[in-house]
């Protein structure tokens, strides 16, 4: 079973950036499409991004712009870059196969708080 590790996250103000990272104890490629997630407190996790296999991307609209997906199948890890960010991107942040499959880890705390 393949369980991702993120790290990353931190306590920053709002406009200031954060470079995310989470590493698969496997394989990715043989995961394919790859998430990142997010939960803020009292809320449900929604989507934020996907890197497809073929190493296309998705965005949800409300980071469009501001967030951008990587991923390196040789580290086996899937990295996204936040700038601008938001006191709204306040979050629990996880990564997870797209759809999901459960591989997430224990998640990074993203907080945007002047």
């Known amino acids: 079973q393949i369980q991702f590790t993120e790290s990353g996250g931190g306590l920053v103000q709002p406009g200031e950036s954060l470079r995310l ?49 990587s991923k390196d199948n040789v580290k086996n890890t899937v990295d996204l870059q936040m700038e601008n960010l938001e006191p709204q991107d306040t979050a629990v942040y996880y990564c997870d196969s797209w759809p999901r499959r459960n591989y997430w880890g224990q998640g990074t705390q993203v907080t945007v708080s002047s």
């Open 21 to 69: 990272s989470c590493v698969a104890s496997g394989s990715i490629s043989s995961i394919g499409a790859v998430g990142w997630y997010r939960q803020a407190p009292g809320d449900y996790l929604e989507l934020v991004a996907t890197v497809f296999s073929g190493g296309t991307t998705s965005y949800e609209d409300f980071v469009k712009g501001r967030f951008t997906i």
